[in-house]
């Protein structure tokens, strides 16, 4: 007997072998473009049926009160500056009125009139004093030293609210910042 006639045993199990790895390799590709079909799919299941949560096209266009808005009262905010140092600092607006709840923005101006890079820091205060616990900021260049390099000019904003809790006899309330530089020796030392 020849063994040219018959495959031997590790021709056989090779083959086996690779018959299997087109096997998996087919179940992989298979599962693979199910999964990438699923979103479409469930999408189009869901137009079918009426179920459509993934996208409700008719309330796109509806904006939602914010219910924590006072709209029956006014806050006037003033804005100030005040500066220690060789730069110009100001607010863009004098002042602006806003709802107790509402989200509103100013933007302060800051200009490095230095030959030099400078570090310095703002320090809020409020009037009256009382209502510093109820000016909420989100955002604020006070929150950080900034940097300011030779010359440089640069606007930074302000993001806050007026908490609804603040006392209805409260109609004005004034935001000042002091600029100040950090960082610098005492002369002498």
């Not at 086996?16 to 799919?41: D, E």
């Not at 930074?156 to 006392?167: E, H, K, N, Q």
Request: proline share 6%; hydrophobic share 40%.
């Amino acid at each position: 007997m020849s063994n040219t006639a018959q495959p031997s045993a590790t021709q056989r199990k090779s083959r086996r072998n690779v018959r299997m790895l087109g096997k998996l390799a087919m179940i992989a590709v298979l599962m693979f473009g199910f999964g990438y079909s699923l979103v479409p799919l469930y999408k189009k299941i869901c137009e079918i049926t009426g179920i459509n949560v993934l996208a409700v096209q008719e309330n796109l266009n509806v904006k939602t009160a914010n219910t924590q808005v006072d709209a029956s009262r006014v806050v006037t905010v003033e804005f100030d500056a005040n500066t220690t140092g060789p730069w110009r600092f100001r607010p863009a607006v004098a002042s602006m009125q806003v709802h107790p709840g509402e989200m509103a923005q100013v933007v302060y101006e800051v200009v490095n009139t230095q030959d030099r890079s400078m570090e310095a820091q703002a320090i809020p205060s409020y009037a009256p004093q009382a209502a510093g616990q109820f000016f909420r900021k989100m955002e604020c260049f006070c929150f950080k030293q900034q940097t300011l390099g030779p010359k440089e000019a640069r606007q930074m904003p302000v993001s806050f609210t007026i908490d609804p809790a603040l006392p209805k006899n409260v109609t004005t309330i004034t935001l000042s910042y002091t600029f100040f530089e950090v960082g610098l020796k005492a002369k002498g030392s």
